[in-house]
């Protein structure tokens, strides 16, 4: 079993107090967490045992395991294990998106012949409160596109797994507390 818990102590039953009800931002997704000042904490005595669910898509096999890679199991020291689901076709994608619920969904803006673009700009469009999307592109003048099609983050080719962990890292805290 897993967890995602962004770095925030675990508070003791007396930490979160009158202070935390204040100042927590928002009920995440689930009912086991919470942000107090824009971090993950828990909420005492309730277990935090979840997967961080990742979608990545692209028709190249080396572009999905190098995402694979470069986040990897544990991208920060206070994030914990991820699953991956990779896809290789659009079909398979929607297929996933109506079967499962993403934490974050990874795409390749260079796949062919569906990319990563076209496809961001359908989900956004057709999915009640869709998952963060992070779109990785080849070329600099693509990220007026990335940006039309609603894309939440964008990195480009080729991959820097320094840059990939920050941009998804980044994108799921804002994406928690909105």
Sequence with gaps: MSHFIRACPTPTAGSLGATATATATAVVGWDRLVTIAGRWATIEGVSTDRVLKVLIYSDDSTVRHSVRVSLGNQPAA???????????????VVAAMDKKRFDLVILDGEAVPSGGLGITRALKDEIFNCPPILVIVGRDADKWLATWSGADAII???IDPRALVKAALDVLDAHSVS
């Design 78 to 92: 206070d994030v914990v294990e991820v699953d991956y689901l990779e896809c290789a076709t659009e079909p398979a």
């Design 156 to 158: 480009m080719h080729p």
